[in-house]
């Protein structure tokens, strides 16, 4: 018996009226209810979204930016969303509303824009407290656990939209405040250099200051020493002054009776000149009568002529003293004179001689006596003019001794208000000399200044230069780059064309397992009659998994058929996903069958464990290196994650390197079933109690 015998006579079997056809065919598109409807509901249902209500709740009232601009975010946002049509969404009126609608499922979720939503987004840009703006999602998992990570996805999405265009606005502020610190710089630049020249000019006249300060520094020093001075003569001019004063008030003292002296001596020079002008007629009358008195007497007695002649003389000058006309001492030289003219006693010629000479000496003492008589007119005419005079020098006295007290007062005032110019011309002094160490100073500190000013212009040029000044090209490049400094470049080896296209991978090799075990419901793992034959072991395995092997390829080109035709999976190496498809049927349906002839009824179950192993291990939903580490050991045995990676790389266009070695395990675990069912053959060709009783049938 050969194995195509074998297979041919099961096939023969199951087809050999209408419900055993009817049978096949129905478990030939087991995997087509499982996979490619599984597929067709789920193919797109990103696309359907926009049939789920959501409720929309605009509370935003909108915010003035720093530059004056007007920002509606809020209302910007909900337009965005309602252009979109991403979801059907619905207008509501309040957040009360909203919430309700979502608890009992008229909405799917809620999103709520709050009052504040477009004051937060410009708080940034005014460096005040800034606050996030905030989007309120109100979802509920009990109208779909997945909706919420959609939701969450969306949300995402609009936050980095309003962000970025949020960003974008005030990264474009912000460079335009740099454009503006760059312009302004500069004009501080120039306003630094304009100081530095200046600050130069002043250096310059506190240069002239300086010298300016030195000179009056000396200035004031002779000032104060031509003071001192000052203060020395007005103090000896105010002692002189008070000496002239004390002399003058003396002489005024003195004088005080000089005009009634004057007056009296006046009186007495004019008695004086009478007196001697009445003594001048007498000893000119007695002159005369002296020559004829002395010849009359000559005879008597000379001597006693001559001594009478003398007591005369000697009364006369006695009068002439007393008058006043003579001094003692004239009078003394007169009456010397007389006496040294001797009169001979006895001879008349001679005494005649001597009366004559006598005469004529008394002739010349009466000129003598004349002359006395008119200066003594002429000293009481004097004294007269000076009797006049004297009131009048007596009041200039006493005008020079009152001027002479004011002068002194005068004098001591002026030694008083020189002392204080002194010591005002030394405080200017102190005060000049604080003056020039000041101007110094000044000049030090504009020296100082000009050359920090010099350095501010010089660093407010480099400083300029160093912050940008972006054109409004530049400035719309860099904000948007600040706004969203990471871009994402996605380079995609391989990438499906839509949701259905990224489970079509594990939903066509789970389904085409599901379908070959629902085959051995209905199919012989072994034949009985071919166990009762003498066909080596192999031949009967082999023949009785032939039959499982074309139904279970039949399932796979249907399921490959409807999938990529009328689903459009459109696969990138359709040929070769046929082939894997292929080759997974080959590979399952070995398994499957050689577990169930191996343990009759429970390899179901194996299978069935087999087949729940695989679906948490294959990793396809989630990749398999996140779920527990028991099961990396499971994904690493079975091949069910070794097709699913296969196929995805043939579907979406992925490396081709993985396919060989694939196909190779593929081969192996065929070869596998094969021997299972082999020993399984054997095994069965012994028949016990238990193969004509078993303990359990399923």
Same mark, same amino acid.
């Given at each position: 018996m050969t194995v195509l015998r074998l297979a041919r006579s099961e096939l023969k079997r199951m087809t050999g009226g209408l419900l055993p056809k009817l049978t096949i065919l129905a478990l030939a598109l087991v995997p087509l209810l499982y996979g490619a409807v599984y597929l067709y509901a789920n193919w797109d249902p990103y696309g359907k979204l926009n049939q789920i209500d959501a409720a929309l709740v605009v509370q935003d009232s909108g915010a003035t930016a720093a530059d004056g601009t007007r920002l509606e975010a809020g209302r910007k946002v909900a337009e965005s969303l309602v252009d979109g049509h991403v979801f059907n969404w619905k207008t509501v009126a309040s957040t009360?509303?909203?919430?309700?609608?979502?608890?009992?499922?008229?909405?799917?979720?809620?999103?709520?824009? /709050?009052? %504040?939503?477009? =004051?937060?987004?410009?708080? /940034?840009?005014?460096?005040?407290?800034?606050?996030?703006?905030?989007?309120?999602?109100?979802t509920n998992d009990a109208n779909n656990y997945l909706l919420s990570t959609i939701v969450d996805k969306l949300t995402t999405a609009v936050h980095t939209t309003v962000a970025k265009e949020v960003g974008e606005e005030t990264a474009n502020q912000l460079l335009t405040g740099f454009g503006t610190i760059h312009t302004q710089m500069l004009k501080a630049s120039d306003g630094a250099g304009q100081l530095a020249d200046g600050v130069a000019r002043l250096h310059e006249g506190t240069v002239t200051l300086h010298q300016g300060t030195g000179e009056l520094k000396t200035g004031a020093t002779e000032l104060y020493?031509?003071?001192? @001075?000052?203060? %020395?003569?007005?103090?000896?001019?105010?002692? $002189?002054?008070?000496?002239?004063?004390?002399?003058?008030?003396?002489?005024?003292? @003195?004088?005080?009776?000089?005009? =009634?002296?004057?007056?009296?001596?006046?009186?007495g020079a004019a008695q004086v000149a009478a007196g001697n002008a009445a003594l001048n007629t007498a000893f000119n009358n007695t002159v005369q009568a002296i020559p004829g008195q002395l010849a009359a007497a000559q005879q008597a007695a000379q001597q006693a002529a001559a001594q009478a002649q003398q007591s005369r003389v000697v009364a006369s000058t006695g009068r002439l003293v007393a008058a006043g006309v003579l001094t003692q001492e004239q009078a003394d030289k007169v009456v010397a004179d007389v006496d040294a003219t001797p009169v001979p006693p006895t001879a008349s010629a001679a005494a005649s001689s001597a009366a004559a000479a006598s005469g004529a000496k008394l002739q010349a003492a009466a000129a003598q006596v004349q002359k006395l008589s008119d200066g003594s007119a002429a000293v009481s005419a004097g004294a007269s003019q000076l009797a006049g005079a004297a009131?009048?020098?007596?009041?200039?006295?006493? @005008? !020079?001794?009152? $001027?002479? %007290?004011?002068?002194?007062?005068?004098?001591a005032a002026l030694a008083a208000g020189q002392q204080n110019a002194v010591d005002g011309a030394g405080r200017l002094v102190q005060g000049a000399q604080k003056l020039d160490d000041g101007a110094a100073q000044l000049e030090s500190g504009a020296a100082t200044a000009s050359d920090g000013a010099g350095t501010l212009a010089a660093e407010l040029a480099k400083g300029a230069g160093k912050v940008p000044n972006p054109d409004d090209a530049q400035k719309n490049s860099l904000s948007k780059v600040m706004a969203d400094p990471v871009a994402v470049s996605n380079v995609s080896q391989a990438k499906a064309g839509s949701y259905g296209a990224g489970l079509a991978p594990f939903f066509l090799t789970l389904a085409l397992w599901i379908g070959i075990f629902m085959l051995v419901q209905a199919m012989r793992p072994v034949t009985q009659r071919a166990l009762a034959s003498?066909?080596?072991?192999?031949?009967? =395995? =082999?023949?009785?998994?032939? /039959?499982?092997?074309?139904?279970? !390829?039949?399932?796979?080109?249907?399921?490959?058929?409807?999938?990529?035709?009328?689903?459009?999976?459109?696969?990138?190496?359709?040929?070769? &996903?046929?082939?894997? &498809?292929?080759?997974?049927? &080959?590979?399952?349906?070995?398994?499957?069958?050689?577990?169930?002839?191996?343990?009759?009824?429970?390899? @179901?179950?194996?299978?069935?464990?087999?087949?729940?192993?695989?679906?948490?291990?294959?990793?396809?939903?989630?990749?398999?290196?996140?779920?527990?580490?028991?099961?990396?050991?499971?994904?690493?045995?079975l091949p069910m994650g070794y097709v699913v990676s296969g196929m995805r790389h043939l579907i979406y266009g992925a490396d081709l390197a993985l396919i060989l070695p694939t196909m190779l395990g593929l081969v192996g675990y065929t070869l596998l079933g094969l021997a299972m069912s082999t020993v399984a053959v054997r095994k069965n060709k012994y028949w016990t109690l238990k193969t004509l009783k078993p303990e359990i049938a399923v």
């Open positions: 009360e509303e909203a919430d309700q609608g979502v608890s009992n499922g008229t909405y799917a979720f809620a999103l709520k824009i /709050p009052q %504040d939503f477009s =004051a937060n987004l410009v708080s /940034p840009g005014s460096f005040d407290a800034a606050n996030q703006a905030m989007l309120n999602v109100t020493n031509g003071e001192l @001075k000052l203060r %020395d003569g007005a103090a000896s001019l105010s002692a $002189g002054a008070g000496q002239l004063s004390s002399g003058l008030t003396q002489l005024k003292d @003195k004088t005080a009776a000089l005009p =009634a002296n004057a007056q009296q001596l006046a009186d009131p009048a020098l007596s009041d200039a006295v006493a @005008k !020079a001794s009152a $001027g002479a %007290d004011q002068l002194a007062g005068g004098s003498n066909a080596p072991a192999w031949k009967i =395995a =082999a023949g009785g998994w032939l /039959p499982f092997l074309a139904v279970s !390829a039949v399932q796979a080109s249907l399921l490959t058929l409807v999938v990529d035709v009328g689903l459009g999976l459109d696969p990138a190496h359709p040929v070769l &996903m046929w082939f894997l &498809m292929l080759a997974a049927a &080959m590979a399952f349906s070995a398994i499957i069958q050689g577990v169930v002839a191996l343990l009759g009824s429970p390899g @179901k179950l194996v299978v069935l464990i087999l087949l729940v192993l695989q679906l948490v291990s294959s990793g396809g939903t989630f990749p398999w290196q996140t779920t527990p580490e028991p099961l990396h050991v499971v994904h690493q045995i």
